[in-house]
């Protein structure tokens, strides 16, 4: 098979190779070093800065984002989530079992965040912003500028989900002044699912020791004083962590986090430009290197999912709810080539000439 999904996605053959070999025992100089290693990577790699940490927990994305949430956010902060699509709307969810105060910034689907979106909430006392930088469900990219702007302003705390954006599009921690970032094993880091990962800065740790959540597994105060030598309270996914190191030291090796969005951005760049005299539009108004989001104007999007698994071996991402039949997604992150892409493509008009697309 052939993966385009946003995750997981497909892993470089050293990543693989360690998936295959024994599991070591965790609570050794070894492992720490390791986990140093991947901490200091992280960090470079989201520019966070010297101060700044980095929590390794065992658990998809979803387990970052509640943990990020209630570990540094209190019943007295005021917050704003944007809301264009199911990932915008797990943070509301969050929120309200955990019993915060929140306005949901809501978008259509596929639209971009505009200063007027954001213009009703100018000096209304809020205290923090939440985003997913790239809401993988619908494509759409947020413009980071725009919302660093507005948080300086009113200083807001700002917490971003990059979880399939970081790696493929530019983030950098210091020059948005992004005091949480929240990314996941299985989207561009490329690696099995289990473990996500967040990068906090100064601020942001500040919050945590005055934060009392009320769960003990997501507790990052535990997690931050184990990780000063490397370790994690609990038994980690201690496979993928190796993963993610060997994969972190592959990007560092082929010239940093920039050569890494250069190469993800020119595949989805020739993607986007290939499919041009295809009948399919591209439904997002603001693109992420990571994900083109598709609408076939003479079938269902769903139906091609299931044509391109069952008849020519390719994965692509189907769409979820009201979006079943509408869009279907096509991942630019993983272990991928422009020679894949060729396989796509043919696969797309071969289809198209059966009148499948
Ligand atoms: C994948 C993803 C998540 C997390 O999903 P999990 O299934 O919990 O790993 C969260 N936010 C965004 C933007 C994502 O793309």
């Not at 070999?21 to 901490?39: A, D, G, H, K």
């Not at 108004?285 to 269902?300: D, G, H, I």
């Not at 091609?304 to 769409?319: A, E, G, M, Q, R």
């Not at 422009?338 to 499948?356: G, Q, T, V, Y």
Request: with cysteine.
């Amino acid at each position: 098979m052939l993966n385009f999904t946003v995750g997981p996605v497909q892993s470089s053959d050293n990543v693989r190779k360690i998936g295959g070999e024994q599991v070591p025992y965790f609570r050794t100089e070894e492992f720490s070093n390791i986990m140093l290693e991947n901490e200091r990577l992280i960090k470079k790699f989201s520019n966070s800065g010297e101060n700044s940490r980095v929590v390794f927990i065992t658990g998809s994305g979803t387990a970052s984002m509640e943990a990020s949430v209630i570990n540094t956010l209190t019943r007295e902060d005021k917050l704003l989530i944007v809301n264009g699509g199911s990932f915008g709307q797990r943070f509301a969810e969050i929120c309200n079992i955990h019993e915060l105060n929140y306005t949901e910034i809501k978008l259509e689907s596929g639209c971009k965040l505009k200063s007027s979106d954001l213009e009703p909430y100018d000096n209304k006392g809020y205290t923090a912003f939440i985003v997913n930088v790239d809401e993988t469900s619908t494509g759409v990219y947020y413009d980071l500028n725009l919302i660093h702007e507005f948080c300086k302003k009113n200083n807001l705390f700002l917490i971003v989900d990059a979880i399939s954006s970081f790696l493929a599009d530019e983030l950098d921690m210091q020059k948005y002044e992004i005091d949480v970032m929240i990314t996941g094993s299985q989207k561009a880091l490329a690696c099995p699912p289990g473990i996500s990962v967040i990068v906090l800065r100064e601020n942001a740790l500040k919050r945590v020791q005055n934060t009392n959540p009320k769960c003990m597994y997501l507790d990052l105060k535990n997690a931050l004083l184990n990780g000063e030598r490397g370790q994690t309270p609990f038994t980690p996914a201690v496979g993928i962590l190796l993963q993610i190191n060997e994969r972190l030291k592959e990007i560092e090796k082929n010239g940093g986090v920039e050569s890494e969005i250069r190469k993800i951005s020119s595949i989805a760049n020739d993607f986007r430009n290939r499919i041009k005299d295809l009948p399919l539009k591209i439904t997002s108004e603001s693109l992420s290197n990571a994900v083109t989001p598709l609408s076939p104007l003479n079938v269902s999007a769903y139906d091609v999912f299931l044509t391109l698994k069952d008849k020519y071996d390719i994965w692509v991402c189907p769409n979820g709810g009201d979006l079943k039949e509408k869009i279907f997604r096509v991942g630019h992150i993983g272990d991928l080539t422009i020679e894949d892409n060729d396989k796509l493509i043919l696969a797309l008009k071969d289809m198209a000439d059966k009148h499948l697309l």
